[in-house]
């Protein structure tokens, strides 16, 4: 079993729509969680940390389950801006280990 | 403004040549880390320095070199012994190692060889 797993996509959904992805790891060590956001060709960078007990920013919401060992990651109200891969990192006390990313594109 | 510069950002190499990828970074971070990233890929860890005079290997270091004389300054060097080097290098630093950190990627560089 990979490390950080995560669903490739493509997602392709309306703008306006509201989409949830997930990211599963398994080193049960791992103590930080974070999304990261990557454009075509560009490097990634950070678009929120995931606190144990959930945390909001703006259309953004990241959740920790810790039994099942996943975080995930939900856009409210998605804007054509938000197309983009969006990669799940988690560490323990080594680096951080990144999941395949997972594509989405928004339609107009 | 405070960031991580990588350099350059093309990067051509013929058979059986060493190239060195430059990252440099003024936001005094102790951590820095290599990234390779292939098409459709993850990202995956060639070295990480955790501070000065001090790195460790990644889970794919064969092929590459790095050293750590300053803190702003974190080299990665792809040796011949590479076979597959064609790829997209990031470097990225955190404040400090271990967890909690949130790292700042720079904008890359993109390795061909010819």
């Known amino acids: 079993r990979k490390e950080v797993e995560q669903d490739p996509g493509p997602f392709n959904v309306p703008e306006g729509a509201t989409v949830a992805f997930n990211c599963t790891y398994s080193n049960s060590a791992s103590q930080s969680f974070f999304w990261y956001r990557q454009d075509c060709r560009k490097e990634p960078k950070l678009l929120m940390s995931?606190?144990?007990s959930g945390n909001e920013d703006g259309r953004f919401t990241a959740q920790l389950n810790r039994a099942s060992q996943y975080i995930s990651l939900l856009i409210r109200d998605s804007k054509l801006s938000d197309s983009a891969t969006y990669l799940c990192?988690?560490?323990?006390?080594?680096?951080?280990?990144f999941g395949k990313g997972t594509r989405l594109s928004v339609i107009a | 403004d405070g960031g991580i510069t990588q350099s350059p950002k093309y990067l051509f190499r013929k058979e059986g040549q060493n190239v060195t990828l430059s990252c440099e970074q003024n936001?005094?971070?102790?951590?820095m880390y290599w990234y390779r990233q292939d098409p459709g890929q993850g990202l995956r860890l060639i070295y990480y320095?955790?501070?000065?005079?001090?790195?460790q290997k990644g889970d794919i270091a064969e092929g590459y070199s790095v050293s750590r004389e300053k803190k702003e300054s974190f080299p990665l060097t792809v040796t011949s012994a590479q076979k597959n080097p064609t790829a997209f290098y990031l470097c990225a630093s955190s404040i400090l190692s271990g967890p909690g950190y949130g790292y700042t990627f720079g904008s890359g560089t993109r390795l061909t060889v010819v």
């Open positions: 936001l005094n971070h102790d951590a």
């Open positions: 320095s955790q501070i000065v005079n001090d790195f």
């Open positions: 995931v606190y144990s």
């Open positions: 990192g988690t560490s323990g006390n080594t680096p951080l280990v």
